[in-house]
T-cell receptor, first 113, second 116 residues
Framework: DAKTTQPPSMDCAEGRAANLPCNHSTISGNEYVYWYRQIHSQGPQYIIHGLKNNETNEMASLIITEDRKSSTLILPHATLRDTAVYYCIVRVFRAGNNRKLIWGLGTSLAVNP | SAVISQKPSRDICQRGTSLTIQCQVDSQVTMMFWYRQQPGQSLTLIATANQGSEATYESGFVIDKFPISRPNLTFSTLTVSNMSPEDSSIYLC?????????????FGPGTRLTVT
């Protein structure tokens, strides 16, 4: 079962910041939050991940609330090429230190001109 | 990040037949994963394949239906056996790498399978 909930769809104007929310209220202390996106007919693309601190890279910023029950992915200046399905994912640990990504349904982001 | 290729990119197969999908990585990786993405759905993990050991299958997936090989650290295959239309999906290969900020998983372009 998915450990995250996201709005099914969002719109954003080109050049504006896109803020994608995610709820993960059942996350455990050692489980990371990952974000991927999938552009139509392509494999998922890694964006960013974090545990409890805010993270930033060349693609996006990840803001995680202090209680870790939710997070927001921020695309600072959305372009038309950012139109994709964005997945908020929890990475869980299993026996033998194996790791598994638990995928939710994602948010379909449409960036409009 | 690792560069992953898959063959074939797409195929149309008849029910009852089998298809083997190949996954090639440009660097040595310990853990490889096979996912299925049914039309309009999210990703579902089929199995984890570590080199030198048997693949570990997720609930609902069995070795007889989805046999996996992992002969070395850069290559794996997934076979979809005795196919039915319900097997029509995108099949994705993925690898895990340890980066400066922890584990990151990278995906191949996928194999789009249609079973008629």
């Amino acid at each position: 079962d998915a450990k995250t909930t996201q709005p099914p769809s969002m719109d954003c104007a080109e050049g504006r910041a896109a803020n994608l929310p995610c709820n993960h209220s059942t996350i455990s202390g050692n489980e990371y939050v990952y974000w991927y996106r999938q552009i139509h007919s392509q494999g998922p693309q890694y964006i960013i991940h974090g545990l409890k601190n805010n993270e930033t890279n060349e693609m996006a910023s990840l803001i995680i609330t202090e209680d870790r029950k939710s997070s927001t992915l921020i695309l600072p200046h959305a372009t038309l090429r950012d139109t994709a399905v964005y997945y908020c994912i929890v990475r869980v640990f299993r026996a033998g230190n194996n790791r598994k990504l638990i995928w939710g349904l994602g948010t379909s982001l449409a960036v409009n001109p | 990040s690792a560069v992953i290729s898959q063959k074939p990119s797409r195929d149309i197969c008849q029910r009852g037949t089998s298809l083997t999908i190949q996954c090639q990585v440009d660097s040595q990786v310990t853990m490889m994963f096979w996912y299925r993405q049914q039309p309009g759905q999210s990703l579902t993990l089929i199995a984890t394949a570590n080199q030198g050991s048997e693949a570990t299958y997720e609930s609902g997936f069995v070795i007889d239906k989805f046999p996996i090989s992992r002969p070395n650290l850069t290559f794996s295959t997934l076979t979809v056996s005795n196919m039915s239309p319900e097997d029509s999906s995108i099949y994705l290969c993925s690898v895990e790498e340890l980066g400066v900020r922890g584990y990151e998983q990278y995906f191949g372009p996928g194999t789009r399978l249609t079973v008629t």
